[in-house]
């Protein structure tokens, strides 16, 4: 269906067992790419969820230039300018998600979905209801206090339930914080958008959330050496990255998690509270967003 309403159609199916950890060799003799320029996946070709030594690989997921432009258009044109603070929300909240966090408390090892993004069991964390389905109260509550420590008057709402953003704009907006959304349903836009908010404010068990939060860990802008760590420790040009039986996260992962963390805004995750309190007790986020990564 996704693909009909785009009006693309498909040469052919092909059944292949590759996954994110085979190198571009492997790839390219599989699938050579003058004879094989667009590839399309019913699903990733990889575990979910992403394990962790795979987020880094989107760096290399690009938008066009001129998508860039409409998106800096967007933000500018919303929040009176260019680089004026503000705040990215994901609210995950639909009828289906709400049938979905039933099963969260119960879930296996106390992880559920993407919630290895920000539950972390060396901490003793697991999935809780309020992680995957916040209240009303938190996510008010939450969002006033990281807009008041952020210096934020804007607020940017990404939701597939309309009256959470309603709630936030009636209650925040009579303090005099100014709350958008999209034009229309633009998911494209919505993560764009997000990856460029001072601070984003995500759901920890969402997917949706985790594809924000590796753009803002590892999108374009990164310190250099993320580059230098990549190349050198992964060996991109010999299609070799990031293979989980020649290197493990803790060889190069910790070195581009911290540069990310003191180079990048800050990513958070709603009723979270080591990620906030971190974000709110004057680290300005970075210990939050290095554990995350």
Known sequence: PFWNAHGIEFARDELHGLQADHGRAEWAATFPPAAHPVLTFKSAP????????HRPL??????????????????ERRFGGRGVPFVGVHIRHGSDWVRACEHAVDAHNGQYMASPQCVDPRHKERVTAELCQPSDHTYVAELRQVLLKAG???VFV??????????LRDTL??????????????VQLDIAVLARATVFLGNCVSSFTAVVARTRAYGPGLPPRFAELLAAGKDVEEGRVWRRDEYEPADVASDVASDVASARMPTLF?????????????????AGAKDEL
Request: glycine share 10%; net charge negative; proline share 4%.
């Open 173 to 186: 907006g009579h303090e005099g914080f100014t709350v958008v959304t999209a034009d229309g349903d633009d």
């Open 152 to 154: 934020a008057r804007h």
């Open 58 to 75: 989107q760096h290399f997921v690009r938008h066009t230039a001129a998508w860039e432009a409409q998106v800096t258009a967007f933000v």
């Open 158 to 167: 990404a939701t597939d339930e309309p009256a959470k953003a309603r709630l």
């Open 46 to 53: 990889a575990r979910f969820p992403m394990l962790p030594h």
């Open 270 to 286: 709603w009723a979270s509270a080591r990620h906030m309190d971190s974000f709110l007790l004057g680290g300005g986020g970075t």
